[in-house]
């Protein structure tokens, strides 16, 4: 796909809950409604998500959608996904899972990743095997392989840095020269402080250019809410989400 889907939610936060300084497993639930162009066509998609990470990811002055990724958490995680398409869309369902490890004395980032895909008549398995380094903090560049594709020249890079007075932003981008034609994409987010921050991403394909703004902020440390919305050559696409920390 030229997009990630990005998780996105509104939650309404509940008063009196403990603060945390760090926390061990998150669990995150989307939901996401895609309107195709030109075509009578629609899906909708849910999805459930966790990770349970090896050691408690501290959060202590750090924007919290960014903490496990600063302290560089090494961690197991799953994903269950289902899509149901209206008209011309089908249904599909996958399931997935893996591990991903940093080891901080080398620099080096591991990701490992199965997926099982069911279609209206089909189904297939994949794995992704994803290979970075962490040279400097708050940098990772990154290179993937997929069992279904092979390798494609492919990188991608995420930069968090401090700006002070407890903001932040956040940049990535990618490119990959894939069978279906070369992708490019640039994105980021600024946070305002620790809780609250807005984003945009532009990707780029053969099939066309597609923008997306989103937004996420965390009620307390364990509850957040996210949203985000895509304009795309194929249609629009809304996303929502919440996220719970324990």
């Known amino acids: 796909m030229k997009f990630k889907y990005i998780c996105a939610a509104t939650l309404l ?13 998150e669990l995150n639930a ?17 999805d459930i998500n966790g990770k349970y990470y090896f ?8 924007p919290l959608a960014e903490a496990a990724y600063l302290g560089k958490n090494s961690n197991v995680f ?21 591990v991903e490890v940093y080891i901080p004395e080398n620099f080096v980032y591991i990701k490992v990743e199965g997926t099982h895909n069911s279609y209206d008549h ?22 993937s392989w997929n069992s279904d594709e092979g390798y494609h020249a492919n990188i991608e890079a995420k930069y968090v840095t401090a700006l002070g007075n407890g903001q932040y932003i956040n940049v990535e981008a990618g ?5 279906f034609g070369t992708y490019k994409m640039i994105g980021g987010d600024y946070y305002f402080d620790n809780t609250f921050s807005v984003g945009a991403e532009i990707s780029d394909d053969d099939t066309g250019t ?31 989400g919440v996220s719970l920390r324990f």
Do not use: C, M
Request: aromatic letters at 12%; charged letters at 20%.
């Open 78 to 98: 799953f994903a269950l996904d289902r899509n149901y398409g209206h008209g011309y869309a089908g249904d599909s369902k996958a399931y997935s899972g893996g």
């Open 210 to 240: 597609s923008y997306l703004v989103r937004t996420r902020k965390f009620f307390s440390e364990e509850f957040s809410g996210y949203v985000s919305y895509a304009d795309t050559d194929a249609g629009n696409i809304a996303a929502v």
């Open 13 to 25: 936060a509940t008063s009196g809950l403990a603060i945390a300084d760090a926390y061990q497993a």
């Open 122 to 143: 089909d189904s297939d398995n994949s794995a992704t095997t994803t290979l970075g380094l962490t040279p400097l903090d708050g940098l990772r560049v990154t290179s």
């Open 55 to 62: 050691n408690p990811v501290k959060t202590t002055n750090l």
């Open 30 to 46: 989307d939901a996401t409604r895609w309107d195709l162009n030109g075509i009578n066509s629609s899906a909708n998609n849910y």
């Open 175 to 179: 490119f990959a020269d894939t069978d």
